[in-house]
């Protein structure tokens, strides 16, 4: 157990329907990551927050995908109008950047399959 | 971001020492590189991270060579619950992309 955590741990949902997931990170970090996996590839970039910052959101999929840190604690990720290819894995990860050195620390994911 | 390049696989027996060799010919001067493991169905777990020279945890080694070209992850004496994928990654933690890793599977 890393520290990070995430809720729901698994999603089942259908074609259409709007979901969101939250990540809980180390209480002490500054930074939150959002990565999404597929079967056999490694993860994804998808957005980063330093605090409530957003600072890069470009990598995110498509305007239906969306994040938030209200208060530079706790995290969301919504995806909208999911689709068959939004079904992944969904890591959040926290670091507490230092310096130029930082290691990012991840929950154990959310599982989302789209029907 | 520096590009790295690993193997897809590798096979081990239980009580060997692995080591698993990672590419990344343009890793910048201020690039750390910092090795991942991962269990199916869970998030990459933190296992070692250096700049230079030699680093070793309790469950690792890092060797990187004075060019920093290239990088090998040494797991002492690997058990069957090593058995996962192993990133490497290198540069800026604000663009992290991960390969495809490599599958170590360690057999009895």
């Known amino acids: 157990d890393t520290g990070v955590s995430q809720d729901p741990r698994h999603k089942i949902t259908k074609r259409g329907q709007n979901v969101t997931f939250r990540c809980d990170p180390i209480?002490?970090?500054?930074?939150l990551y959002w990565y999404r996996q597929t079967l056999g590839q490694g993860p994804e970039f998808l957005t980063y927050?330093?605090?409530?910052?957003?600072?890069?959101k470009s990598r995110l999929l498509s305007d239906r995908f969306s994040a938030e840190r209200p208060k530079g604690s706790f995290s969301t990720l919504e995806i909208q109008r999911t689709e068959q290819g939004d079904s992944a894995m969904y890591l959040c990860?926290?670091?507490?950047?230092?310096?130029?050195?930082?290691?990012?620390?991840f929950g154990p994911g959310t599982r989302l399959l789209v029907l | 971001l520096a590009k790295t390049t690993q193997p897809i696989s590798m096979d081990s027996y239980e009580g060997q020492e692995v080591n698993i060799t990672c590419s990344h010919n343009?890793?910048?001067?201020?690039?750390?590189i910092t090795w991942y493991q991962q269990f199916p169905s869970q998030g990459p777990r933190f296992i070692i991270q250096?700049?230079?020279t030699k680093v070793t945890n309790e469950v690792a080694s890092l060797f990187i060579p004075a060019d920093r070209k290239s990088s090998t992850l040494s797991l002492p004496r690997v058990s069957l619950s090593d058995t996962a994928v192993y990133y490497c990654?290198?540069?800026?933690?604000?663009?992290?992309?991960f390969g495809a890793g490599t599958r170590l599977t360690v057999k009895p």
């Open positions: 990654l290198v540069g800026d933690l604000n663009d992290m992309r």
């Open positions: 927050f330093q605090n409530e910052a957003q600072l890069e």
């Open positions: 209480s002490e970090h500054n930074r």
């Open positions: 343009n890793i910048a001067t201020n690039d750390y």
């Open positions: 990860a926290s670091s507490l950047l230092a310096g130029v050195q930082e290691t990012q620390y």
């Open positions: 250096g700049y230079k």
